[in-house]
Every structure is written in C-alpha cells, then in structure tokens.
C-alpha cells in the first residue's frame, strides 16, 4: 500500500509546479513553431522538447550526478546533463557545429568581391549595440545584468546560433537558454524583421541599383582563403581561433576536394548528430527559475533591437561605401552582413526584387552574409579576450 | 558613469574597432592573396592539373580496376 | 632469455581458465546464431564478439582504469571497459537506441484502432508474471534472487532489447549479459514459440475473424500522438521519461517531417554506431564469474516462462474484448502486444493466413505491437520507480 | 509469505495496475486527440498548407535556384 | 586604454614564438602535400591543420582544464586536448579506425594462397630493424632514444597509420606526432621509395614471373577466417587482442553478410567522424617543443630506413620461398608485405607490368598486403607486452 | 654492449620470432580451415542458402510487403 502511495507521490501530477506548466507550454510553443511555421526547425524542435524533457518534475533528466563522502559515483546523472556538461559546457558541440557550417559554405560570392567584408563589419554593431542597450536596461534598476552577461546578449545580434551558443556558454551558461531560444527565433523572424528597417534606409532608386556580374573565383583561391583567415586569427585575435579555426578547416576540407569524405560526413552524419544533442542540451537549460524572470525579457526585447541595429547599420555601411567609391552597391546588401545565412540573403533578394523585378542580389548578398559569419566570430573572439 | 556603463562602452569601442580593422586587414589580405594566385601559371596545379598526367592517372587506375574487375569475375565464376 | 619467458607466460595458452573457453565457446554460438540463422544479428553479433574479446586472457578489454595513491591516472582500462561505463552503465546508449526507433516507429495502425493498446497493456503480464516465477525459483532454494534481480529478469518479457538492457543496467547490472542473451535470443524465436500457443488458445473460427479495414490517419495526429504520450508520462509516470521521451522525440523528428536530415541520422549512422558499441557493452559482460552459473540457468528458463505468458494473456484479452464489444478482433493480434517489433506481427500474420488465406493480419498486428513497446517502457517505470 | 514473496506479487499488481491505468488513460487521450484534431479545419496546417501558399514558396525558391544556378553557370564560364 | 593594451598584448603577434612560426610552416607543408600532392590526404590535412591549431600563440585549442585546490573546474580545456586525451592517448580512436579498416578489407586473395602470408611475416624486419637503427643512432651519443622510444619509432616499418599511432600512444606519446607524420609521409612516398629496392633485389627474369590464378575463396571460408585469426592471438599473443579484435570485428562485419548497416557505418560515418579527430588529435602533439629536436630528424631517417628495410625482406623472402618451393611466386609481390594498402600493392602491379606488360600482379599482391597489416598488429603485440 | 643495445637486439630476435611463428601457424590454421570448410556440404548454409527455402521467405516477404502497400494506399486514399 505504502509502495502505491510512493507510486502516485511520485507522478508528475503531485509534484508539478506551476513553472514547470509554463516552461512546458513554452517548449509546446518552440515545437508548434519549428513545425507548423518552420522556425529553424532543425534546432528549435530538439530544443522544444529539451524544455519538455527537463521539465518533467521527478524525472531528473537533467540531474547532476550524485557522488558519497568517499568520492564514489552513487547514481548516474541524467541524459541532458551530460549532454550539456560534455558538449555544451566545454565548448565542443558549438566548435564541431562550425566546422559543419565551415563545409558547407562557399566563400566565392565573397572572394569575387572582397569589399563587402566591411558590409558584414558593419553589422555587427548590432551585437556591441545591444551590449549597449542591456547596459541601459540595467540602469533603469528593472533588470540587471553583469558586464558578460550584456556581452552574451549582445551576441545575439551576430545572428548566428553556435556563436551565440559558444559565448554564452562561456560567458553566462545561467542564460543559455534564452540567448539561445531569442537567436533561433529571431533568425526564423528575418524576414519580417528587416524587410522594414531596410526600406526605410533606402530609396527605391538605390534598392534598384544593378550591381556588376561576380567575377568567376578559382580552386586555389578558395582553397587559399581559409589558411589566409586562419593566420590573420593566429596573428591578430587567438581568441577567435576555437571557432574560426574550425570553421576554416570544415571550409578546407570541403574546398580542397582531397578529403570529400571527411567533408561530407562533416556536413552530414557528424552535424546532425551534434545538432540534435545541442539542442536537447540547450533545451535543459529552459527550467523555470533560469527562464522565468525580468532578464527573459529584457532578452527578448534586446534581441529585437540586436537584429535591428545591425540589419540598419549594414544598409548604412553599404550607402557609406557607395558615396566614398564609384563602383556602386546595391545598399540592401548591407542587410545580409548580419549573418543569418542563408535566410538574410534571401530576404535581400526579395526585397531586391520587389524594386526591380529583373535584378537578382541573391549572390551578391552572399558575400556580406559569409563575412556576417567571419564578423560574429571575430567579435565573440574581441568579448572571451576581454571578458574570459 | 557607472562602471558597467563603462565597460559597456569600452567594449563597444573595441569590439567594433577590433571588428574593422581585422576584416580590413581581411580585405587587403584577400585581395593581395587573389593577385598572388593569379599569378601562378594555370591558376592551380590541384584545380587543373595537367591534362596528361590526370589522364595518365586515370588511366592507370582504370587499368586496374579493369584487371580488379576480371580477377573478380574469374574468381566467382 | 626471461623476457622469452614473459612473452610464454603472458601467453594466453599459459593463462586460459576452464570458464573462460566455456565463454568463447558461448561467443561463438551466439556468432553462429547470429550469421547462420540470423538470429537478431544486429544485436548478437557484436554481443557474441564481445564475449569473444572480454574472454581472452590478459588482453585486458574490458579492464578498469588504474590509478595510485595520489589519484594520478597510471594506466588507461580497455576499450570495453569505457564503451560500458560510459555508455551502458550511464544508461545513455539504450536511450539513444530508443529514439532511433522512435524514428522508424509507424503509430498509424495503432492510431487507427487505439483499443489495440489494450492488448499491448495485457501483454506485459509476461513481465510481471515472470518476477513472480523468480521469486517462485528463489523460494525453491536451487537459486537465489533479490526482488532487483527478479524485476531485471522480468523485463525480458517485454521482448525489447534496448528497454532490457536499460532496466537491468539499471537494476541488476550483475546479470545484465544473461538478461541481454536472453532477450535477443528469445526475440529471434518468436516464430517458433508463439505459433503454438496462440493455437491452442484460439479456435480455428476465432483465428479466420476479418477485421474491418484501417481509416487513413492524417499527418497531424501522427505529430500529435508522441506529444500526447509524452505529456501523460509527465503527469503519471516520471520514471518511464527518459525511456518514452527519447522514444517521443525520435517519433516526433519523423512525423514532423521538418527535420528530415536529423530523423535520417536518428535511424542510420547514430543508431548503427551506438549499436555497435551497445552490442560489445553487453558482450563484455558475458565473462564466466558472472554468467556461468544457477542465476543465468534460471534467466533462460524464466525468458521462456515471459514471452509464453505475454503470447498467452495478450491473446486472452484480445478474446475478452470480444466478448465485451461487438467490434471484433481477430484474438491472433493480441500475440503483437509482447513487442519483438516486427517479428510478432508477422507471425500473427502468418499464422492468420494458415486460418484464411485471404486474411491480411499485418497492418492490425502492427498496433497491439507498437503498443507493447509503450506498455513494456511504461511497465519499466514502474519498476524503475518502486525498486530504484 | 517471505519477503521477497510478498514484494513480488506488490510488484505484479501494482505493475499490471499501472501499465493498464496508463494505457486506458491513453486509449482515451489518443481518441479524445483524433477527435480534436479532426475538427482543426482542413486536418492541419503542416500537413496541407493552402495550395497558394505552398506553391508561392515553391516558386520563389525555383526562382531563387535558377538564378543561382544562372550565377554559377556565368561564373565557371 | 589598459582594456586595449590588453588585447594587443594577447595578440597572436605579440606573444609569438620562433619555434610556433616554424610548426605552423611544418602546417602548411603537410596541408601543401596533402592537397597539392594528395599525400595521404585523409589524415595529413587534419594534421596539418591541427599543427596550425595547436601552434596559435595564446589560442589555448590543446590546453588542459584548470581545477583549483578544491578539486573543481575552473576552466575547460582546449577542444584538442579532449581529443588527445580521450581518443588518443585512450587509445580508442586507433581501435576505431582499425574496426574500420577491418570491414574494408578482403582477405579473398590471402585466403587463395596463404603462402603469401609469410611475405607479411619477413617484411616486418622493416620494424625491427628500425629498433636496432635507432639503437645504434643512439649509440653514436647525436640522439638519444629509450628502448619505449626505439620500439615506437620502428613501428613506422609497420606502414600502417593506425598501429603507429596506437603503439606510439602507448610507449612514446612524446614522439607520436614525428612518428605519425612521418608513417603517413612515407606510406604516401610508397611509389617512389619502393621501386628502385624492388629492382635492384630482382632480375628482370623474376619480375616477368606469370603466377598461376588464384582459386575462388567460399563466402565461409571468408566468415571462418577472421575468428578463426582471433582464436589464435588469443592462445599466442593477447596483447595484440585489442588492435587484432577490433580489425576481426570490422572483417566479421563485413563478411557476415547479416549486419550491412553496421558494416555500412563502421566503414563510413563512423570512419570518417574518427579520421578528422583522429587527425586533429596527432596535429595537436606537433609543437615546436616536442618536434623541433634531432630526435625528430632521426624519426625521419629511420622512417625510410624502415620502409627501405622492410620491402627489401619482404622481396627477398619471395625469392627464398621459389629456391625451396615448385610454385613460384612472383618476388615483387614480397615487398607489398609491408602493408600500406592498397598503395604497395599497386605500386608492385606498376613495376610488373613495367617488365611484363600482361602480368596483372594486383591481386596477388593483396594477399602479402592484408598479410602486413596482420604481421604489424603481431609486431605491436610483441613490443607492448615486452615493453608495455 | 650497452644495456640498450641489447635491449635492442634482444626485442629483434623475440619479435622476428613471434612473427614469423605466428604467421606460420596462422597459415596453417587457414589452410585446415580451408580443408575443412571444403567439406561442409554445399559449401556454407549462410552462402548458399537452399534455394527453396531463401525463396520461400522471399515470396513472404514480398507478399507480406505487397499487403502492406495495398493498406496504406487504401489509408491515404
Ligand atoms: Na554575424
Ligand atoms: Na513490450
Ligand atoms: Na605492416
């Protein structure tokens, strides 16, 4: 008798708590998102139910292990816990994320025009912008946050999630979560977020600017390019090497075609099996008491102005950039350096076309959207020296 | 000014100025790096090796896989 | 000329006890089962190799790290020895197992006709039947149990690997190779010790019943379903959540066909290796001091005692409900409900076709059989929470 | 009745008790689930999103690809 | 002011070494050979890349955690040193790829003529031989080598990547990056090293030797072999069992014919996720301290003191196995006994059809090629149960 | 000679050894193996399967499969 009374004081329905309901229903929301409105569904669905699993009072899905007096392993931690300690904590999803996303970008569009690197420069301010704006949120007393917990929000405008999810687990693991469900959402939002910002920025004379055709990029430059970032990384901002390092070798070994095996399981088996452990472990960190406060939401809102004030300072960049030279920018290209690949791009593209339905910026725009990715990581490096 | 505020900003300063000055040092490596490439004769020797040795290589390889394949055949006959 | 010496004496020659070449021996049977008959292979060829490798004196696979005094590591364990603390002791293996195969899990059929369930629930007397023949067994003084080890056992009734393995990882770690055995032995038998049973439980009549065709079940309730059951668990039953919750997520990646690439990880390249590895974990565990003796004498008899009774109470119920309801069952489906997906239903087809040549049993099989993987998961939470 | 006796037939029942407990609250839940999903007006929108809807992201990721592809072409020329 | 003096003084120019400019060259050397030359590709660009990962001043990639007096972490180390750690210096990793290499490999022609398997046994001297170089170079007082040191640097001989790596993890982890850089160098300079030794050691006469075709092998006999070369090193030499076992495993995989998913894995996501870390882990021991000595310089003498000493053996037991049996072999097939698969077997074809343009020696060559891998294994087993 | 030098020499007469010692018996085994193998009737009842039989469960099969495709184009119907 006494053991079917543990049974029912042991169910979830005796012990939930009225956060553990809400951060359930967020992660019901995550999932109708990633699945009816294909939000970044390839993240925002583990993460969703992540904040299912880890919610689930008495289950200790995301329980520390337990240890005795004599330093002996007692029980088991659970699933999520090891996951987000091993991969997540350390580092090493993130890093192996990128050197996916390495494999998988083409960094021609940007070789045959090295200029709108300054275009994904530009847009980062919309990450030490937000540093900014968390900063004031914290003088108006509402919320409050640290120096690299402002630093961790900041990333959020570098639009990119494995940046955002390394910095923020180096700088401030407590707000993991929301730094990360604000990233992935946001990025789904592109598309209504900037088309806006950057009409406001431009004439309907310069959202109709032809550019010239992108020169034809060789095999060697490419394969040149990402020894040559990789150096400057070395020379300049060792930092940035965690992440851009592994970038450019995922980038190498896609580019030097010696290795298509390596590169193809990088951008296949090994992404997708790391993806769906990040997000769960992302997802561990959705409990009620890290989740559930004025820092949340002061997140979300910051978030919003992250990716607003780099899609504007890139359009401005790109109109800068066309007073000072002769040979002219589309400015809408500018939107793209927030990274947000390949979302951000095609947002120009459309917006582009919209004015001139003859005028594809698609290519173009990937350019300053590759050097968004370069810029973020860059800025991440400028953060862990600083803050580390 | 608080000290977070000014932290705030010296991380604004540096980081946007680190940003720049490290794609601008990007850009001219960049550029430097595609002149330099361009030079070499026939852009790669990876990219494009000569057509001769490729071919040879080729055709040695298919040489094998020819006797590879018969010797298979042979066996399972 | 000492050294000469060493290499002799390290020999395996000069070291091979009796129990360790009745444990190759052991190995190489369950090889042959595996390659000749195809026994499971997937499961009993690592499992039969790894009882191959654990084996060979002083190779020291499956050793134990070594560490002195000051706690400074001196020299590495074996191979086997990491793949099982890490992966099977921590639980970790079997439940990413469970996800794969909540990937290549179908509930439409089940979704079509959710009383089958019903006979998926009865079924999973075989499990608890069975604790209460170990406890019969130890009563007789020829082997002794404690009620751990009699649960652990119990759950080969459930005929699913992944959940037997969790469980005895759990419980009984010390029986785990014997349990493990067992369960994929008997899962490859099911064609030989079902058939008899649910003849002579039904009569010829019962076993020629045409169900009613299937409705078509739409793509969102297929999305629904694993949410749902999720949820329940949340609410009822904690301790079955880390099995059913990465079985709903593997579910979930499938049918919400929005992250495809990960779904097709989740099945293939993840599930491939952690096989491997899981196989060779259990294999480690089938050394002589653990296997050779009355307990593992008693687990084979009892693992025939489970799936005869969850064939036999499976078939019962099915015939109950027909007598309560009009909508008839053919009673052979109730044979699905013991799982050993997708074996038991195609014997419950085959041994429908002997009845009536024209009766298609399959599809409806394959309801009370996936429902038996929710009914033995949900039976070892029970387990897992009065005996953890 | 040993001990271990008397935890056995705990287990059986409590067991038993439990696994139909859940799986009848299941059966219920899954019908009650289908019948609500069934009265989501055009089953559900991942499942059938509006033909409109559906073939204008079609259509403009054909278009995007095409002039990709178009790039390309002029690019390896 | 003293935020930005900071980053400058964290500079990669700042705070780099001489020796760190030399190993990033040695870098980019290996990615030039890799990618321009295809020298072993697969491993050398991961090494490569892992030198100029590890060789960034200040970038921390193969830094060790920090924990304080407490026990606790402070911080996590660099992705590298994980991976060294965990895969490597564990010894996983090498067991991995040998699983790997396993189920690429067919023991059909070897299976056809074992005689052939003694072409693998005399081409080992290339290892021991080595030993007895490296002894002697310590002689001289120029270098200085432990017995450890000798053993590992001679297991080059072995010309095969996985068991240098294993055997030198294990006796001499300070020389596993000169070792393995200079096995995977050598295996690649196969064509050139090899055939000017093939030719002075035989007549034209001998290398027109048309042998007779090898017989059809059963698809048992395949099945039987690997456990039946198990079943061996376990009575002889278990200490070969890890390397062995885990090659048997893959080879049982293969020819099984019951498990093609796993076989199927193991030979590709699995492989490749391995090979990149694998790689990046070797690379992370190629700093300036550990590599820029003259112990690295006699590595890559005795290198090709290995590889010279072990095809010449290898050839000159074929001739010793004509002058004592009637079926000749053709003695250029000796020196594919050194393993490197396929690269010596193909390179033996080459020179055979230099001398008899209709004298396939391909497949012939297989059987002393697989035969190596199993010679070296035997040799690794040999030096760690004498030395380990 | 230095205590490494017979170290040295000591590991090359031990290893040469043990290889060629196990090799030899290695070549043995197989060719018993082979022998006996051989003798098997039919070769190898995994290889080749009596036709009927591998027959009978592919006729199975495909029944089993083409049922199974009939019910679910009966379901999406
Ligand atoms: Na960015
Ligand atoms: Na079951
Ligand atoms: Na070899």
Redesign the interface.
């Known amino acids: 008798m006494d053991?079917?009374l543990?049974?029912v004081n042991?169910?979830?329905?005796a012990?939930?708590e009225f956060g553990q309901v809400v951060m359930?229903l967020l992660g019901?929301v995550l999932?109708y998102l990633?699945?009816?409105r294909?939000f970044e569904?390839?993240l925002l669905?583990?993460i969703g139910?992540g904040a299912?699993?880890v919610?689930?009072?008495?289950?200790g899905?995301a329980a520390a292990p337990v240890y005795n007096e004599l330093g002996e392993l007692v029980s088991?931690?659970?699933?999520l816990y090891?996951i987000f300690k091993m991969g997540i904590?350390?580092?090493?999803f993130p890093?192996l994320i990128f050197?996916g996303v390495g494999a998988m970008t083409d960094f021609?569009p940007m070789?045959?025009n090295?200029?709108t690197?300054?275009l994904?420069?530009?847009a980062?301010?919309g990450?030490?912008?937000t540093?900014?704006g968390?900063?004031l949120l914290?003088?108006t007393g509402l919320v409050s946050?640290?120096?690299e917990q402002?630093?961790a929000i900041g990333i959020i405008g570098g639009a990119d999630g494995p940046t955002s999810i390394y910095v923020a687990s180096q700088l401030a693991p407590e707000l993991l979560g929301a730094i990360a469900v604000a990233a992935y959402a946001y990025m789904a939002l592109v598309p209504m977020l900037q088309p806006p910002i950057m009409k406001a920025l431009t004439t309907k004379q310069e959202r109709k600017i032809v550019m010239t055709?992108?020169?034809?990029?060789?095999?060697?430059?490419k394969?040149?390019?990402p020894?040559?970032?990789?150096?400057?990384?070395?020379?300049?901002?060792?930092?940035a090497?965690?992440l851009l390092?592994?970038f450019?070798?995922g980038n190498?070994?896609r580019e030097?075609?010696?290795?298509e095996?390596?590169s193809?399981?990088?951008q296949?088996?090994?992404i997708?099996?790391v993806?769906?452990f990040l997000g769960?472990g992302v997802g561990s960190k959705l409990d009620a008491a890290s989740f559930l406060n004025l820092q949340t939401a002061g997140i979300m809102i910051l978030g919003i102005v992250a990716f607003s004030a780099g899609t504007a300072t890139g359009v401005l960049m790109a109109k800068l950039m066309n007073k000072l030279s002769s040979q002219q920018l589309n400015p809408l290209i500018g939107a793209a350096g927030v990274s947000a690949v390949p979302m951000a791009a095609?947002v120009v593209?459309?917006v582009g076309l919209q004015a001139n339905n003859q005028n594809?910026l698609?290519?173009h725009a990937m350019g300053p959207n590759v050097?968004g990715v370069?810029?973020s990581a860059?800025?991440a490096?400028?953060?862990l020296?600083?803050l580390g | 000014m608080?000290d977070?505020?000014q932290?705030?900003?010296q991380?604004?300063v540096?980081?946007?100025g680190?940003?720049?000055?490290?794609?601008?040092?990007?850009?001219f490596?960049?550029?430097a790096?595609?002149l330099i490439?361009?030079r070499?004769p026939q852009?790669?020797p990876?990219?494009?090796p000569t057509p001769s040795q490729r071919n040879n290589n080729a055709l040695q390889m298919e040489k094998i896989a020819a006797v590879a394949a018969a010797a298979k055949a042979a066996h399972n006959r």
Not at chain 1, 213 to 221: A, D, F, G, N
Not at chain 1, 228 to 237: C, R, S
């Open positions: 053991k079917l543990k049974l042991d169910s979830g329905l012990n939930i359930m019901l999932l990633a699945i009816a294909q569904p390839l669905l583990p139910f299912l699993l919610n689930i009072p008495g289950a899905m088991y931690g659970g699933l090891y904590e350390s580092g090493i890093l050197m021609g070789l045959a090295p200029r690197l300054l994904g420069a530009a980062q301010f990450i030490f912008g540093v900014i968390a900063v914290n003088e946050y640290t120096i402002a630093a055709q992108l020169r034809p990029v060789s095999k060697l430059e394969i040149v390019f020894l040559t970032l990789l150096i400057l990384v070395a020379l300049f901002l060792p930092s090497a965690p390092g592994m450019c070798l190498l070994m030097s075609g010696v290795v095996r390596l193809d399981t990088a296949n088996a090994l997708n099996i993806t769906i769960l095609r593209n459309k594809f698609l290519m050097a370069i810029g860059v800025a490096g400028v953060m020296s600083y | 608080s977070l505020m932290q705030g900003w991380l604004l540096l980081g946007m680190t940003v720049f000055t490290f794609l601008i040092i990007l850009t490596a960049t550029t790096m595609t490439v361009r070499i852009a790669a990876v990219a494009t």
